[in-house]
Every structure is written in C-alpha cells, then in structure tokens.
C-alpha cells in the first residue's frame, strides 16, 4: 500500500503512482513604503496541494475502473483522510481534479496504457473538528 485516500487505497491492483509533487504556500501581505522597500506581514498558511501522477496498464498492473471510483469520491465534494504507507495521518484532503489520457489501444478501443494525475488540496484542521462532531453524532443516534 502506498497510501490511502479515504477509504481509497493506492496500490498496484489500483493505481499505482510514480510520483507525488507537494507546493505548500504561505501569504505575506504587502505594504507599500515611500522611499523604501515593501514591508511584508505574514499572515498565515497559504494552499497546500498534492499531485499524484503515473500510469496503470491494466492488462498487467492497475485497474481502469479506479479513476471512476475516484471521480466518484471527488462528485461528493467531501474531504478524505489522507494516511501514508507508514501509517502518519495528513489530514483532510479533497479531490480538485483528475486528469487521464489512454493510448496504445487494442482493437476493440481498451487501452492498454493509462497515464494520469491527480491534484488533491489541503482543507485545513478545521474541518477535522466538524467531520469528528458529524462522526460523533451519528454513532450517538445509532
């Protein structure tokens, strides 16, 4: 297991990918000054974004049908736990977009190569608490 998107695990019988880029931002607000340089005042975390990006042939390695699964997970707006291969939790993250194109295809259109990529977003601790207080009061009312 390479890691687990909700309950999505990347594998090789799913998607295996071969590279995982992260861009972490910061702001730093602006002020102009005569005669001076900019002052800058950080004012806190900027985006955090992931892009997991490979390809599958589903012939040998990899199943076609979990983009859709995906696809499906993104549909819901939800945001996903992202645990690693280690077990270290990463927080919540939502699915922005999945790209994939098909080539080297069999005669009857399957493709024999998958290449794709996916770019998840960081949706902050906050949103931690309320998917724990939504938790809680389900398994209260069962």
């Known amino acids: 297991?390479?890691?687990?998107?909700?309950?999505?695990?990347?594998?090789i019988n799913t998607l295996s990918y071969q590279s995982l880029q992260r861009t972490t931002s910061w702001r730093h607000n602006s002020q102009n000054r005569i005669g001076n340089?900019?002052?800058?005042?950080?004012?806190?975390p900027g985006e955090d974004n992931q892009t997991l990006?490979?390809?599958i042939a589903p012939e040998l390695a990899g199943d076609a049908l979990s983009l859709n699964q995906l696809r499906q997970m993104a549909d819901t707006g939800e945001p996903y736990v992202i645990v690693?291969?280690?077990g270290i939790v990463h927080g919540l993250w939502v699915i922005k977009q999945i790209t994939e194109t098909r080539t080297l295809f069999f005669p009857n259109g399957e493709?024999?190569?998958?290449?794709?990529s996916i770019n998840l977003a960081h949706v902050g601790n906050d949103r931690i608490n309320?998917?724990?207080?939504?938790?809680?009061?389900?398994?209260?009312?069962?």
Not at 37 to 44: D, E
Not at 111 to 116: L, S
């Open 111 to 116: 493709a024999k190569r998958i290449e794709f």
């Open 53 to 55: 990006s490979g390809w």
């Open 130 to 142: 309320q998917v724990s207080l939504v938790t809680n009061a389900l398994s209260l009312l069962s």
């Open 1 to 11: 297991m390479l890691m687990t998107l909700g309950l999505f695990v990347f594998s």
């Open 84 to 86: 690693d291969g280690k």
């Open 37 to 44: 340089t900019p002052s800058y005042q950080y004012t806190g």
